[in-house]
Every structure is written in C-alpha cells, then in structure tokens.
C-alpha cells in the first residue's frame, strides 16, 4: 500500500557530506511524522532525526549540529544532509513514516535501508 524509497548513501571521507532522499508513493492519505534511523553492525536501529508534519525537528545528540532534516509535504519526501560525517556515522540508514492510508487508520512504514560507510 505505501512505499519507502531511499537514495543517496553511499562511502565517503571522514569530514565529507552526504545527502539522504526518502520518497513515499502509494495510498497515502496524509503523513505524519517522516524520520531517519540508522543501525550499525551490532547494534539497535537509533532514531537519527525526525521532523512532523508541521516541520517541528528533533535529533540525536550525536547527530546535532553536522545532520539537517527537510521534508517537502508537496511531494511527500523526507532528506537528510549529512556534513562533518565521521567514521561513527557508518550504518544502513532507514527511512521511516507514520501513514494514514485513511483518515485516521494509519501505520509506520519503513524503507529498505541503504548503506553510509564513513573512512577514516
């Protein structure tokens, strides 16, 4: 019914910048929250950054200050400008949205990932 497409990850140098695009197509009757979530090796998939319908944002701590969360409600996509990366930022980065495919009936969806790898 909805789909999470991602773009955009690819390798990069420790301190270069990459740009992440979600776009969401299918039944959607109105979304709400859209973020970004990422999970490295090992570890538990972490919110990265979200912004609201009404482009309210909030971030990880480790991301504040290098990542930007944009969203363009006209075309139902959600990006993600990555500076400064480093080394630590290396995971596969998820795309996410909380979708009414009705008014008020809705779920999360999440895209199929695609991989940042930071060298150091």
């Known amino acids: 019914q909805v789909r999470l497409v991602e773009s955009g990850g690819g390798l990069v140098q420790a301190g270069g910048s990459l740009r992440l695009s979600c776009a969401a197509s299918g039944r959607i009757f109105r979304i709400n929250d859209m973020g970004w979530y990422r999970q490295a090796p090992g570890n538990q998939r972490e919110l990265v950054a979200r912004?609201?319908?009404?482009?309210?944002?909030n971030y990880a701590d480790s991301v504040k200050g290098r990542f930007t969360i944009s969203r363009d409600n006209t075309k139902n996509t959600v990006d993600l400008q990555m500076n400064s990366l480093r080394p630590e930022d290396t995971a596969v980065y998820y795309c996410?949205?909380?979708?009414?495919?009705?008014?008020?009936?809705?779920?999360?969806?999440w895209g199929q990932g695609t991989q940042v790898t930071v060298s150091s």
């Open positions: 912004v609201s319908s009404s482009g309210t944002t």
């Open positions: 996410n949205a909380g979708v009414e495919t009705v008014r008020y009936i809705g779920n999360s969806y």
